[in-house]
């Protein structure tokens, strides 16, 4: 059996929990047990939907190595063959401990620490250009370790790769998706700034909100407002929404490679520190339309954006080429390949 360690609220979004989840369908696929310990009862929604077995270790999210004497003791009773961890909240004492129990791995996004684990993983657009084995003082500790680098690990869901997508002549419907929490309420400043432009007001805009959205009530008053504000909620099938799109809004965050993998052309910012570099690193391979940053820019951003949108949805050769640069970025099996090298970890000896 292997165990996956991710939380999900509306401090940290649902990201985490979301990709682990696509990691552990596809090693389900393959005949794998797979148990989440999440922090707290947040995630429960999210992780029942998807039929995923979870436990609950009522422990505090932010504070990882408080849970380690509850979460060793379990590793002692119930020896999982291998414990995925994701979590901007680890350390490196929390891996240490937990990996002389238990093979790790380990989701990173940042490349800031040598992290003690059996399987390192950095599936974003950058993650094969972190020199992860020169942070280590010492050659010999990365010696067994498995890097697992770079965007073909992507773990997407398998609708994103069977996706059918087509660059149509004319924009009518723009999706805008801002993440699972969208703190600023960067969605509502958007569609405020589109509202008062007399050729962007006039497209469709499916606004998908996420499940710890603490801004719903207001982005439902918009939607009753304006008849071409279309509001989505607790999505079954995203890569079918994208598919009916004709380009995309987005936080540069997951669902950027979501959006990549069904070929929809793309206008993409951040507003975290693990955003940015993804943001920075599509518009630098003119795989987005437009990257920014939201905390650097604040609502003038979405001064810049408009302008943007306007000139993608004008330009249906620039749509298709950022679809096709997008699609040659990821194929949409990336979670199979984590899943596949976890099984191999899993059976190594410990």
């Given amino acids: 059996m292997i ?3 991710a939380d999900a609220n509306r401090e940290i979004g649902a990201g985490h929990v979301m990709r682990c989840l696509s990691i552990a369908d596809a090693l389900r696929d393959k005949g794998e047990e797979v148990l989440f310990l999440v922090a707290d009862e947040t995630a429960e929604k999210l992780l029942a939907e998807r039929g995923q077995a979870y436990r609950v270790l009522h422990s505090d999210y932010r504070k990882l190595e408080q849970e380690l004497p509850g979460l060793l003791s379990l590793l002692r009773e119930e020896k999982p063959g291998l414990l995925l961890i994701d979590s901007y909240f680890v350390t490196k ?3 240490r401990q937990v990996g002389e129990l238990v093979k790790t791995a380990y989701l990173d996004d940042y490349g800031t620490l040598p992290y003690p684990v059996d399987i390192l993983i950095n599936y974003n657009i950058y993650g094969d250009q972190i020199d992860y084995k020169g942070m280590f003082s010492d050659s010999t500790s990365t010696a067994g370790m498995r890097l697992l ?13 069977q996706a059918t997508y087509v660059i149509k002549d004319q924009v009518e419907k723009v999706l805008v998706t801002m993440g699972g929490s969208d703190r600023y309420n960067l969605t509502g400043q958007f569609l405020r700034q589109v509202f008062q ?3 962007a007001c006039g497209l469709h805009y499916h606004v998908v909100s996420g499940a710890f959205n603490p801004y719903l009530s207001y982005l439902t008053e918009m939607s009753d407002r304006y008849k071409n504000i279309h ?4 999505v079954r099938n995203m890569a079918e929404l994208m598919c009916d799109c004709d380009l ?10 979501e959006l990549c993998a069904v070929g929809i052309p793309i206008l993409c910012f951040s507003f975290a520190e693990n955003q940015r570099r993804i943001a ?10 437009f990257s920014c940053d939201y905390k650097k820019e604040g609502q003038a951003m979405f001064s810049k954006l408009l302008p943007r949108l306007k000139e993608l949805a004008e330009n249906p050769a620039l749509r298709q080429d950022l679809s096709r640069r997008g699609r040659e970025l990821v194929d949409g099996h990336g979670a199979e390949r984590l899943a596949e090298q976890l099984l191999r970890g899993e059976h190594l000896e410990q």
């Fill in 231 to 234: 509001l989505h909620q607790n």
């Fill in 149 to 161: 680098l770079g965007s073909s690990y992507a773990p997407l869901r398998p609708e994103f790769s």
């Fill in 280 to 289: 920075e690193a599509f518009q630098k391979k003119s795989i987005a339309g």
């Fill in 3 to 5: 165990w996956i360690r």
């Fill in 197 to 199: 432009d007399k050729e």
């Fill in 248 to 257: 995309a809004v987005t936080a540069a965050g997951s669902t950027v490679y």
């Fill in 93 to 95: 004492e929390y891996l």
